[in-house]
Each structure stands twice: as structure tokens, then as C-alpha cells.
């Protein structure tokens, strides 16, 4: 099955730029979903194919996929935007759902 | 408004089984793909299983064999049935409607997401 890896955490002072990596075989090739989760709630979609975001989502979040590497970017990062990322793609051959293993990004 | 909430959590034994629900409103779940995804304890997001509109099902390889999801149209709800249930099962476990938003680039997405329900396997 296809395996997407994420650095465990990212720290970045308040107002940098914070990226976020997530590798696969090829996922250039692939469309990827980004999902934030704070602590005790629910995933929140934040980026879709790739670099489109849902209504709601703040613009300093972007995405970008190319070769082996997917990666959103938090631009002017913020105490808020402390929280666990997921990237996520679908395994067509297996119709099967496929997660990163997640980031943690501290804010400091 | 679309919402989703699941129900049925609780502590099993190891064996066991147990059927969770989730109960959707704002839109119709037998129009939808849904999927269950699961977050063992300090642990990472896990797609767990989907069913299609057109009622076919997939599952990941750790519960296949075990879990079974299913629907009931006149209910709007989602179900999934979970046998023989391990400890490392152990986990919330939220419904998410999953959505596909081009289909030229078929890659579903999960758009909305319960507030997920705890499931316990421990003697």
C-alpha cells in the first residue's frame, strides 16, 4: 500500500513562514488533501488538490506537490495555527483512504 | 447545515463487538460516499473503511474481515459493526462524509467529520 511520510514536528516563531512536508513515491503524480487538527476536536479540511482551499481557510495556507514531496506552507504563522497536520491521499488501486502520519507544529 | 454524530463508544472486552452509528442531517448519506476514520490514543489519523453511493465497500487491511459498514437510507445514519475487536482497535472513531470534486481527478476527501466516538477493547 502507498505510505506518505511527515516529519513528526515543525516549530516556527509567530509571523515566519512554516512548511510542512509530506513524501511518497512519486506523489507529484497524485492530488493531495491537507487536514488541521487541535487538540480534543475534529480534522478540518485546510487545503484540497494539492493547493486549493476550502471557503473559511485563511490564505496564508498553500500547498504545493511536485516529484516526491507535497507541502503546505502556513505563511505569517500564528499562535492559532498550533496543531497537528495530516496530509492524504486515496490509494485508487486498493480503494483505499491513505494518511501521512501527521506533524506537529508548535508555534513558539 | 450538514452534521454528524456518532454514538455507540464504550468499553468491550477483547473478542467482542460492538456497532457504532452516525446519525447525519443536511444532507443524504445514501447519495454520499462516507467513510470511518480512527485515532488510536496519541496516535495519527487511520482510514478505516468507505462506502459508496452505490453501496460498495472497502476497508483497510487491520480490519478487514472484522469490520463491517453499512447504511440505513430511511434512518440517514451510518454504521459500522466492529467483531472481534482487539485492543489495538482501540481509538475515537469519527464518521466523515467523503466527497470526490472532480471527477477527472478522482481523489475523495473528507469534508465534514463527526466529533468522533470513543471505543475501548481492554479486559
Known amino acids: 500500500s502507498y505510505v506518505l511520510t511527515q516529519p513528526p514536528s515543525v516549530s516556527v516563531a509567530p509571523g515566519k513562514t512554516a512548511r510542512i512536508t509530506c513524501g511518497g513515491n512519486?506523489?507529484?503524480?497524485?492530488?493531495v488533501h491537507w487536514y488541521q487538527q487541535k487538540p480534543g476536536q475534529a480534522p478540518v479540511l485546510v487545503i484540497y488538490y494539492d493547493s486549493d482551499r476550502p471557503s473559511g481557510i485563511p490564505e496564508r495556507f498553500s500547498g504545493s506537490n511536485s516529484g516526491n514531496t507535497a507541502t503546505l506552507t502556513i505563511s505569517r504563522v500564528e499562535a492559532g495555527d498550533e496543531a497537528d497536520y495530516y496530509c492524504q491521499v486515496w490509494d485508487s488501486s486498493s480503494d483505499q483512504g491513505v494518511f501521512g502520519g501527521g506533524t506537529k507544529l508548535t508555534v513558539l | 447545515e450538514v452534521q454528524l454524530v456518532e454514538s455507540g463508544g464504550g468499553l468491550v472486552q477483547p473478542g467482542g463487538s460492538l456497532r457504532l452509528s452516525c446519525a447525519a442531517s443536511?444532507?443524504?448519506?445514501?447519495?454520499?460516499?462516507m467513510s470511518w476514520v480512527r485515532q488510536a490514543p496519541g496516535k495519527g489519523l487511520e482510514w478505516v473503511s468507505v462506502?459508496?453511493?452505490?453501496?460498495?465497500?472497502y476497508y483497510a487491511d487491520s480490519v478487514k474481515g472484522r469490520f463491517t459498514i453499512s447504511r440505513d437510507n430511511s434512518k440517514n445514519t451510518l454504521y459500522l459493526q466492529m467483531n472481534s475487536l482487539r485492543a489495538e482497535d482501540t481509538a475515537v472513531y469519527y464518521c466523515?462524509?467523503?466527497?470526490?470534486?472532480?471527477?477527472?481527478?478522482?481523489?475523495?476527501?473528507?469534508?465534514?467529520w463527526g466529533q468522533g466516538t470513543l471505543v475501548t477493547v481492554s479486559s
Open positions: 462506502i459508496y453511493s452505490g453501496g460498495s465497500t
Open positions: 512519486n506523489i507529484g503524480s497524485k492530488s
Open positions: 443536511g444532507f443524504t448519506v445514501s447519495s454520499n460516499y
Open positions: 466523515a462524509r467523503t466527497n470526490v470534486l472532480r471527477y477527472f481527478d478522482w481523489v475523495p476527501l473528507f469534508d465534514y
